[in-house]
């Protein structure tokens, strides 16, 4: 008798534990599921074409700059890829440099001066059909790649 009280709870909280394991293990495969969806739909308005003249224009708020030259326009990460601080652009427009421990990075998002051992990632850009640049944080790209108009 003493034994069927013993193994009685026991035999409850394995399934109790069963129970809760599972229960524990979907909701982790569909927190991630939901994550990764949160990620097919990263594309973020930049603005309009016009606005995007100069050779470096840096957008703070989003951590990205698109950047124009004779190839067409490219967009990049304002994120220094050692401890993520927010970029500045050089005074001479060739590059940028970090406040917090001076990497440097040129305009192809090359390390030219560490601590920062990572180049700086580019994402597509494309035109939208109200003429505006939206750039692709889903879908990176070589620091090559340009969208030509």
């Not at 009280?5 to 495969?29: C, D, E, Q, S, Y």
């Not at 990263?42 to 074409?49: A, D, F, M, S, V």
């Amino acid at each position: 008798m003493l034994c069927s009280l013993v193994i009685k709870p026991l035999n409850v909280l394995r399934r109790k534990f069963l129970k809760m394991f599972t229960l524990g293990f979907l909701a982790a495969i569909l927190a991630q599921c939901h994550r990764g969806h949160k990620r097919l739909h990263r594309k973020i308005t930049l603005g309009e074409l016009a606005g995007f003249q100069n050779p470096v224009v840096p957008l703070p708020m989003l951590r990205l700059a698109v950047l124009r030259d004779s190839r067409g326009f490219r967009v990049v990460s304002m994120v220094c890829t050692h401890q993520t601080c927010l970029l500045a652009v050089n005074r001479e427009l060739t590059g940028f440099s970090c406040p917090c421990h001076n990497s440097s990075f040129n305009l192809s998002g090359e390390v030219l001066k560490g601590p920062a051992k990572e180049p700086l990632s580019f994402y597509r850009l494309e035109l939208d059909s109200n003429g505006k640049l939206v750039a692709d944080l889903a879908e990176k790209v070589s620091s090559d790649w340009h969208l030509t108009l």
